[in-house]
């Protein structure tokens, strides 16, 4: 990361009463956030810039984070120009960052840098898998039947975005058991890479009332059926992981389920996914309050 | 996501010879991508960009996707008055996509939504765990002694990033054994969130060699010292992830080890990470290999 420009070079004209610092508020990490949001034009952005880093120096702010939203894109180049760079993008707003201490080594936080998926696995108590055919992306058309997956959003638990996605696309209404194990690849969307949790879920009810815009079919299809699909079997990853839905719900394999559990030093409740053997998950409730 | 303009509008005068289509590729999901690199002013690009979006339009071509490189910011507000939206950005440049259907659901991948984290647990045959004090965050100038954690890169496998930080900050050579636990929390930068992998590593070397820039100590510390330090005991989510490392080293627990898998259907390599029992991780390599 590149500082081209040195703070410290601000002109005492600069320094006028008519330059307005800008409005910041602390960041926890002895840096500042400026949330921009009212009309500004370049020029009184780039002086008031300069002179509220000259001011952030002197009382040894670090990181600098602005947040522009996207109506305001014409501050983006004197923000570059002060050496700032891009740090995220959502689609309503842009954050810049800047570093201002002269060392080599800053503690920006990198962006983010995973996507979320899940694959659900549900079966009946007849050895019937829920499978769906999708409309969109690489599969379509080609016949072949696969778990509910889907996105989990940031903000939502994985197991919750598990339970989202098979209700979405299937109707179905599930309970959440375990994670049964997890696989990571890179270059899922341009750089990024993704993590995919399989998750045995428990179904609720049965009738299936199909997603019409991304869904092409859903069934309860006998498991053998659905392992002997060429794409399951052809597919080391897949027939791997089929292998350890089969093994799990025959009782031979124990994957991940959830505790609640209160970090006292974030002031936090988070779920940690841990082994926690293979026990009934509806006595596990009043297990997880002894042990939290 | 607002399609605020039609790109079927476009003026015949502005597909007179003088305008000139944008150059994109294919995105492999009925979509294109459009990487600028060399300099244009904002009026050619706008032309540019409305006659390509109506040819685009007439093949039937769904989501855009635009790069822009950060000397080329003129460039976004022509996109984001042809309707287009921030997508993500990272250092160098900011990415904009426009889904062209007059669909109100679009398929365009959401943004990484997750930073991956690491704690690393290692012991030594003496019981003793390696430990670390830090300089930045909310535990500097505390005592704690913690584990050594760090930010999994995007494009790395979250049990090389675990070797990789704890060589970073100690100097010790490890080996991956298992993740024993994750944990998925919220807002950890911005509106991000962030998964934590508890890795069981096995030290390959002793001696500590601190990363000065981000390490106040670290030190071989009897594991049972570590759990009785309040920052462990007070903090439920830490006393239960310790009790996991010690349950773990005792024989009585196990995490998800790696298997190395082919996806066929995209011809890629990737991790699988899933529970293949209480076996000694030496061992495991043949096995791995039996179960590909």
Known sequence: MSNSTNSSSVEPALLSENVQMLAAVDDDHGGVIVEM??????????????????????????????????????????????????????????????????????????????????????????????VVQEKNGKLRGLGVWKLPTGTVDEGEDLHVGALREVKEETGIDTEFVEVLAFRQSHKSLFEKSELFFLCLLRP????????????????????????????????????????????????????FSSTYLRSTFTDSWNYLYWNQGNRDPHSRASNMNNNS
């Open 37 to 130: 949001s009212k009309p500004m034009d370049a020029e009184t952005f780039a002086s008031s810039l300069r002179a509220s880093l000259s001011d952030w120096k002197n009382k040894g702010i670090k990181g600098v984070w602005i947040k522009l939203p996207r109506e305001l894109v014409n501050l983006i180049q004197p923000a570059l120009e002060e050496g700032f760079w891009f740090h995220h993008a959502e689609p309503s707003y842009l954050m810049l960052v800047y570093w201002i201490p002269n060392t080599e080594h800053n503690t920006i936080p990198a962006n983010a840098s995973h996507k979320v998926r899940i694959g659900a696995f549900v079966m009946d108590d007849r050895r019937q898998v829920l």
């Open 204 to 255: 609720l009810s049965f009738e299936i009332q199909r997603q019409e815009s991304e869904i092409d079919a859903a069934a309860w299809m006998p498991i053998d059926d659905f392992k002997a699909q060429p794409f399951v079997q052809n597919n080391d990853i897949w027939k791997h992981m089929v292998e350890i839905c089969s093994a799990r719900v025959d009782g031979s394999y124990t994957g």
